[in-house]
């Protein structure tokens, strides 16, 4: 896939909703950018297990000057299932040419050890030297019976119901791996739990598609109710509209 060139006023509309924004500022945890594109009635597929496109080409670039931006990427397995991401960077500055270097890492939260690196597109990449191995957190590691040599996996203290204590794994994924930033893609799942934790995700950008995808679709709502941003800031494009924000913590 050729990216279109990134617009050119989407840098600064984005700055301060990125890393270098809050450089300097002493934090044990990483900066987390919770990042998804939707549609206008806040599907991000068309049903589960669906791969769904909603971005035009110019927010798919802006997608990857956001990679290009974090050390990590995030993505929960039924992601990793569904739509088999490469999850690298394509775009590079003016004069530069993407490499595996400017790459994010892949993180995929995957408790149960369902998905596998052996086959995926993550791995053909990494074989091409195009990207870079996944971290893999599972919840217990005596539970994965079948491990990728080139994969590294770790565990997490989870809920009984499965669910990770996202403060805890920031903090564990910068202390091991030395993530300094982390960007968050999906699924809904980690999207709508991440929705309600201002204390994890320092910022937030998502981008509105200009399609319905029906009541079918997954859909991006948090359990806990009303959510409130600040700092909220909007950039239109020639069909979509981006939005950057921060979550309230009052």
Known sequence: MSLVPL??????FLYQYLPAAAA???????????????????????????????????????????????????????????????????????????????????????PQGKWDFEGSKMQQLFREDAGKPPVIVVRDLGSILKRHPDATYVSAP???????????????LKSEFGFESIMVEGGALVINQLLSRPDVVDSLIVTVGAKYLGSEGVEVSPPVGEVNLRNVQWWRGTVDTVMGAKLDSR
């Open 24 to 110: 300097g500022n002493a934090s044990q945890k990483p900066f987390v950018t919770l990042t998804y594109a939707q549609s206008l009635d806040s599907r991000i597929s068309k049903g589960k297990g669906l791969r769904t496109t909603i971005s035009h080409p110019e927010t798919k670039t802006m997608t990857h000057y956001l990679r290009y931006k974090h050390d990590a990427i995030m993505i929960g397995c039924g992601t990793a299932l569904a739509d088999d991401p490469g999850l690298n960077c394509k775009w590079a500055p003016a004069g530069k040419t993407s490499s595996t270097s400017s790459s994010p890492r892949p993180v995929i939260i995957d």
């Open 7 to 12: 617009k050119d006023d989407l840098p600064s």
């Open 158 to 172: 989870s809920s009984p119901a499965g669910r990770f204590d996202w403060l805890t794994l920031m903090l564990l």
